[in-house]
Each structure stands twice: as structure tokens, then as C-alpha cells.
């Protein structure tokens, strides 16, 4: 007997039984009437009205995605109706939720358990663009927008841009036999709407020689949202097996991205001024931010996989998985507006073939003893023609830049043993290996900005734990965990030595700024971990979580990337004061800190310190009445500090110690959520939801000290400091069976 009839056989002698208890006492037949009841599926309905209030800059976080963004009183609607055949044994589930708003999801699905399945869901989000946008730009989402400048900053008209998904997803499923399922699944999403993007251009007196530009000094940054209608389409199809020892399934999945959009094409009026300069953009320089600029462009990947696991004892368990991608991205460049590809070339001719395969191995010869190793192989093969695509001419040379398709061989290794000491100790070791081998560029004209790359990586680490029962009410555990990440020399991209193979001290030697990536460096990490599980009462609860961790760069190089650091502290409560009211809280500190060698002189450093703190209450003073209120306070920081560099110069030096580096960026938010309910009876009852949310920004990188970013048409870019926000939502709430 399977499981579900083993299920529905429970069910039947549990209603046989109270069956005849009702028939021979009738107290027995009011027990029977509740746990029916129970049995029984339920449905719902709430609707219901919300008001917000302030406008649309007062809302602009709290309403990015929760469809409270645009008007002031909304619908609410969610339902649920749940139906069982008891004859035929099948369900019927049909739900909405947030039916009054632009976040809305219904959903649909009917089945026979153990037999099979079919559903249909729909949703929809829109995210809106937290900032104010005041412009002159016509068109603004278009594929074709007309810059147009304003006189004055802020006496242009404001833009909303947002981004609308809307989501199809049909399905089903059929036990063809006992042991095996089939699958089949179909997604599709469109996107459309218009996102912050832009374009700038900077000249310069290899430009001007290069008839570019005819001043030397301009520049230019322009506000050109970029237009979003695009597709993505997802269809998957699997076989699943499932025996006494062997668990396997196998199948296709495919994804298909399409763009109505393929370029952005800006018209630049040539009596544009650049408040800059107090003059008419160069006519080079307006030639420039006029160009076609490419959107993502069509593409698609096919992957055939399959996985599972075998059991080869009941202590002996290996899991494994295959999988082969086929992804292309080939649309034709003329067709969309697209010239001066290469000769012969029509489209990027773009593939990328992966193939994966894992195997994984879990044991346990002892009962105090489990044993686990991992194995790893990940092949990208980047098929795509290397082709000239950019040639730049200046006053002393001409460079030809070509694409740079990466390939990569992936090998990663994980072994792991834990085992049960006397006294209530557990310890755990482990080690981890990853061995990266990367295709490097044919020549240095593939990579700019750069003065070496690294063919090999390898990282080796390790990983300790010792966890301890220290009683019933305490459990405790401290990690430790460090690796260490060597390579291959470097090929050297410095135009003395292109293409050689050099140690990283011989390219410093040969270039004193050399700049080598940060992912293919020499690098030190080491973590610690304290955790801790206490119960000093059965009513209280707590966690305690404590983590540091370091990274070093070991490269030869004073610039670029320098170290790294990582801390956590966390506290997690929980308080029962009766079977009636419950107490939560939280408090976390985390903090993030980067140095990097800036190449003109500088060291960034660049810290994050992110707090937290949550209160949490829910309880039931009446049988009629329950109640919950949660306060959270968030405050994120992001400071741009500046360390002086030996290599700095004096008029430099002395303007970094004035400035003391960029201020701090930060993000502050309190929001308290309160919500009561009220039963009428046993079937309605009434809701009541207040929200009020509190939030300050600080970020300069959109204005500062009350000047907003200012474009070179005088668009700009800001959002409102201070925003403060309350909902008020008031809804019905009917249960029927």
C-alpha cells in the first residue's frame, strides 16, 4: 500500500470510530462534529480597504514594490477555496492574493494525490524608481528620446520610471507508475518599463587629433533611461524515478530571452549647452553621445541533466548529477541599427557549451562516526570568433580591440568527517580544494586596463568545528576555517613584454603600478565562528552568533586590492509568558571593510557597518481578540574614507588631509507593524493592519547638502530625505467549508 492510501485508510477508520462513538453517546457525537470540521477543507475570503498617507517622494522606499506607491486608497482582496471530492479523491485549490493591487498573484491547481496533477498561476510586480526625476528629455523609455535642455535645473517635468513583470506559469504532472513521475512546466514573463541608464563621453587631446572633438576639455553625461520590453520564456520537462535504492530524474530545460528593443538611439539638438563650460557642446562631442547604443540582445541556452543518488547499504549513500548547456547568442547587427562590425562578421556568432558533472559520496561505518566527500567538474567552452571590434586612433598609435571569449575548467573537491566524542562533544574537520584553469587572450588588444592575467588558480582550505551539549539548556559551537589561493605566473598584458609569461615581481619590475585582478591574486582568508543555543527557562530562549573574518592579497603589486575584513554579532530571543502572549527579539551588528591601492596615489577606505534591532509581540487577551506588533530600526552605513599613499604627491597630500575623504552614505529606517483581529463568530471576523515607516537618507552620490546630481542638460537626479509613511488597512475576513 502506498503512502497516500495508507493516508486515506487512516482517515476512514478515524471516521468509522467516531462514527459509532456517536451513535452510542452524543457527547461523543460533538467531539465527532469538531474533528470533522477540522478534516474538512476551508476556504476564505477577505476584502477590505487601505489608505496611505503623503505622496509619492514620501513613499518612495516604502512603495517600491508593494503597490502603495502611486495613489492613496487601494483595494484589498485575497481569497482562498480549498475542495475536496471524497469520492474521487481530488482536490481542487484556487487562491488570490493582493487582488487590489499591482503585486497581485492568482493561482490554480487540480489533482488527484498520487496520480496527477495540473495548475496555472498568474502574477504581477511592478518596481517604481525610488528617485525624482526632473528633466527635459522627450520621449524618456523610448527607444528614440530627444534630449532637451532646461534653463534652470528643476523646471522640467517629472518622470516616474518603473518596471511592470507580468507572469504565466502552466504545468502538470502524472504517476505513470507507482515509481515514476513525468513532469512538464512553462514559464513566461515579460518585462516592460524603463529603468535609470545614461551615456557620457569625455575628450581628450588624443580625441582632438583623431577629429573627434574640437575642444579638448568637454565632457559630457546625458540621463537616457533605457527602455525595457523584453520576454523570457522557461520550459522544462523531467522523468523521475524512485526505487527501494536508486532516486533519479532526467530531463530537458530550456530558456529563451527576447528584446523588442535592440538599440537606444538619442537625438542631441545641436543648440545644447553645457553649463560646464557656458558653451554649445563640441559638435564631435554631441556626434558621440548621439551613436546607437547596443541593448541585450536576444539569446538562449538548452540544457539536458540528469541526477540522483543511490543507496548502496543503508549507511552508504553516493549522490550524482550531469548536465550539458548550449547557450547562443547570434542576433544579426544590421538588422538592428548596428554598423561598423567587421568585415564578414553579421553577428557576434556568440556560444558558450558547459558541461557539469558531480558525484558525492555519504557514509557512516560507525554510529559516531559520518563520513562525506564531494567531487566537482564544471568545462565552459566559449566558442564565440574573436573578431576586431573597436580600433582607437590617437596622436602616437592605433590599437585594435578585439572580444575576449573565456574559457574555464572547474575543479572542486570537498571532504568532510564528524565524530561523536565522550562527554557530549562533537568535531567536525573538513578540507576544500577548487583548481581554476582559464584560456587566456590571444593578444593583449583583447584586455584593457589591466597588466597581467593568471592561467591557473588554486585554493586550498580547511575547516574545524567543535560542538559541545554543555547541558540540556546549553549548546555551543566554535569554527574555524582558512584557505589559501597560489596560481600560475602571470601573462603579462604590459606592452614591453605582451604576451609573456612572467612572475608577478618581474611585472612589477617592468611597470611600478602594475595592476593584477583581484580574483587571480594571491590570497589569505581565515574565519572564526562562536555560536550558542541557551534555554535558561523553558519560557526563554537564546542565540548567539559571533564571527570574524580577514582576507590579505599577497600580490606583488602596491596597487588595487589590498585586504579585506568581515564581523557579525547577533542575538535572537524568544519569550513565552504564557500559552497566550509571546516576546521576540533581535539585535545584529555587521561590519564590512575593503582597502584599495587607488592607482593615482590613494588608499580607499571603505567601510560598512550595518545594524539592526526588532521587537515582536503577539498575543490573545480574549478569545476574540488577537493582536501582534513588531518595531524594526535599521541603520546602514557607508564610509569613504582616504589614507595617504607614499607615492602621493604634495599638492595631493595636502588636499587629502583636508578632505578627509567622501562623506558617509547612510540609510536609516524605523517601521512598526501592528495588526488586530477580531472573530464576529466562528466563520468572520474583522482585521485591522498599521503600518507607519520612518525613513532618512543621506547619499550623496544622487545630491548633496540639498543639491541634487545635475546633468549636462540640467536633468536631475534626487529623492527626499526625510519620508514618513502610514497604512491604514481595514478588511472582512469570511471562512467557509
Known sequence: MNSDNKLHAGFSRKIIVLAVLAALNPAYAEEGDDVAQLIKPESMVSAGVGVVSGDSKDRAQFGQYNGLRKDNVYG??????????????????????????????????????????????????????????????????????????????????????????????????????????????????????????????????????????????????????????????????????????????????????????????????????????GAPLDAGLRNT??????????????????????????????????????????????????????????????????????????????????????????????????????????????????????????IIGKLEASYRLPADFRATLGADYESINRSLPVSSTEIAGLSALRGKTEEVGFRAELRHSLSETLNGAISYSSSRRSGSDWYSLLSASTGQILTDNAIVAASANAIFPAFLADRERDKVKLSADWSPMEMLSLQFVIEDGKDKNNSAGTKGFRDSGVSLYSLDAALTLSEKWKLTAYASRGEQTLHVNHSTGYVADLTNVNETVGLGVVGKPTSRIEFGANLNFLNDRNRYGQVQDAALSAANRTFLAASGGLPDVTFRQTALKLFGTYALDKTSSMRVDLIHQRTKLDEWTWGYNGVPFTYVDNTTVSQQSHQNVTFLGVSYRLKFQ
Open 289 to 410: 553621445l548621439a551613436l546607437p547604443v547596443a541593448l541585450p540582445p536576444d539569446n538562449q541556452a538548452h540544457q539536458f541533466y540528469v541526477a540522483g543518488n543511490y543507496a548502496f547499504t543503508p549507511k552508504v549513500r553516493t549522490t550524482f548529477k550531469f548536465s550539458y548547456t548550449h547557450a547562443t547568442q547570434n542576433e544579426d547587427f544590421a538588422s538592428n541599427g548596428l554598423t561598423g562590425a567587421p568585415a564578414g562578421v553579421s553577428n557576434l556568432g556568440g556560444v558558450l557549451n558547459t558541461t557539469l558533472a558531480q558525484l558525492g559520496l555519504t557514509a557512516r561505518p560507525t554510529s559516531n562516526l559520518s563520513l562525506l566527500a564531494n567531487l566537482k567538474y564544471e568545462n565552459k567552452k566559449d566558442k564565440t570568433p574573436i573578431a576586431v571590434y573597436n580600433v582607437e586612433t590617437t596622436t602616437t598609435a592605433t590599437t585594435y580591440f578585439s572580444n575576449n571569449p573565456t574559457s574555464e575548467e572547474k
Open 76 to 277: 484589498l482582496l485575497d481569497f482562498s477555496y480549498v475542495s475536496r471530492n471524497d469520492a474521487t479523491g481530488t482536490w481542487i485549490n484556487l487562491e488570490g492574493r493582493n487582488l487590489g493591487l499591482d503585486s497581485r498573484e492568482l493561482s490554480f491547481s487540480h489533482q488527484k494525490q498520487g496520480d496527477w496533477k495540473y495548475f496555472a498561476e498568474y502574477s504581477e510586480l511592478v518596481k517604481r524608481n525610488p528617485y525624482t526625476i526632473n528633466t527635459g528629455l522627450q520621449g524618456a523609455g523610448t527607444t528614440t528620446p530627444t534630449v532637451v535642455g532646461l534653463t534652470t535645473p528643476g523646471t522640467g517635468a517629472n518622470v516616474d520610471l518603473k518596471i511592470k513583470r507580468q507572469s504565466i506559469a502552466v504545468g502538470g504532472e502524472k504517476w505513470i507508475t507507482p515509481n515514476l513521475l513525468f513532469e512538464m512546466n512553462f514559464k513566461n514573463e515579460d518585462k516592460d518599463g524603463a529603468r535609470v541608464f545614461g551615456k557620457g563621453f569625455a575628450c581628450s587631446n588624443n580625441w582632438v587629433a583623431a577629429g573627434s572633438c574640437t575642444a579638448a576639455t568637454q565632457f559630457a553625461l546625458l540621463l537616457l533611461p533605457e527602455p525595457i520590453n523584453s520576454t523570457i520564456r522557461q520550459f522544462e520537462t523531467k522523468l523521475s524515478y524512485a526505487g527501494d535504492k536508486l532516486n533519479i530524474n532526467g530531463g530537458y530545460y530550456g530558456s529563451f530571452y527576447t528584446n523588442a528593443n535592440s538599440t537606444l538611439t538619442p537625438n542631441i539638438p545641436s543648440g545644447l549647452n553645457n553649463p560646464n563650460f
